[in-house]
């Protein structure tokens, strides 16, 4: 068994979600990481969301990147049950927070590592919708960051 433990309650509702989708994608039968079934979850210690997952043995082989890519596309082909809301996936956010996270570096630095690179990365995909679960997530915009 593995468990995780967020940062606080402001990880809760994503906690629930990742639960949520772990339970779905197991009744699709799609080879993903499971949560425990039998444990009502997350389930809040000291301020703290935890979840608990089944354990997954890591193999000798690894898989190839057609395999990977096959995977990719069996979940993103997968729809949405009604009951299972998925909000818009950030998916330039960790860029962003590293960056802002980064120490000894000026702050005018920043601002320019920020709009180059984000930037760089917003002209490149655009405002692209990324289908996820056979529903379109409109990406978000780094533009204004």
Known sequence: MVVRIARSTEYLESARGEVAVSRWLAREGFPATRALDDVEQPVIVDGHPVTFWHLIEESDRKPTYGELGAVLRDLHSLTLPASLSLPPYPVLDRTDRRIGAATGI????????????????????????????????????????
């Open 106 to 145: 000026p702050e005018d630095d920043r601002a320019g590592v920020r709009r180059e690179v984000l930037g760089e990365l917003d002209r490149v995909h655009g405002h692209e919708d990324i289908p996820l679960g056979r529903t379109r997530h409109r990406r978000q915009s780094t533009a204004a960051r």
